[in-house]
């Protein structure tokens, strides 16, 4: 099966393109920059710019621990896969229409991308379809910037895991191929617990392309047929909510995993999808 992905620029892109690239025919990677194509509102963009000031000094912890999680990706993964790469400003830009027209692949595979348009979308899907990964389990977690750290800000600890769906234009909304929580213990540090999470999502992308190449069906059920959940923006990403996850890991976090009986009620509530 001829893949082609479509990437961020970070190193957790760049270890997940060497995972597919062992179960697969890795034709080739669009890399984007993820540069906006439009100019954001000015009052959304100053909301922005004090959340990430929030975010440095509030939310180091948070930050540190992404950053060290980066930082061990790339010293295993310096560098892309060695096939042709197609570097953009937007995902959406007309070199990636091209790069789609040249190699025709059977799947198109994205990870850390801007948003992907409907030409895009129509085109991957009018081949062999396009599959999406999100680091939290849809329908009932779905945005960013970081869904794990959103579970945190909310108590969610049930809700930490991870999403592979078919995509489609709206966010993190598509039909769901499969859904897992990252096994957990409470005993993590906060870098442990962005590690696993992202350890956990490239093995079930891995698995459900592993299962796509073999040519075996895989599930497509619609998030509607299973709950409605919250979609969070990173306009929204605030002191306050930083506080919270910072807080409420120091404080609940370890709690939940130790007495898991007693958010029995909470786990058997969440409807997860299995690989068939």
Known sequence: MKVLVLAGTHANQKALCHKIAEVCDLSAIVVSDNI?????????????????????????????AWS?????????????????????????????????KRYSPDLTVVSGTNLIGQKVIEFANARGGIINLHTGISPYVKG????TNWCLAKNWFHLIGNTIMWLDSGIDAGSIIATERTSL????????????????????????????AKGDQ???VPQRDIAVGTTFYTVDWNMSEIRNAIKNFRENYRAFF????????????VKLVGLI
């Open 185 to 212: 213990t409470g005993n993590e540090t906060l870098q442990d617990l962005q590690t696993k999470v992202m350890d956990h999502a490239h093995d079930l992308y891995v698995s459900a392309i592993r299962q796509l």
């Open 36 to 64: 906006p194509r439009k100019k954001k509102d000015r009052t959304r963009q100053a909301r922005l710019i004090i959340n990430r000031i929030g975010n440095r000094i509030v939310g180091w912890p948070l930050v540190d």
């Open 218 to 220: 895989v599930p497509s």
């Open 144 to 147: 960013g910037p970081n869904c």
């Open 68 to 100: 060290k999680t980066l930082a061990a990706y790339e010293t295993s993964f310096p560098q892309f896969p060695d096939v042709p790469l197609i570097k953009v400003r937007n995902v959406n830009d007309d070199s990636t229409l091209e790069a789609l």
């Open 258 to 269: 130790y007495d898991i009986e007693s958010n029995r009620q909470l786990l058997d509530a």
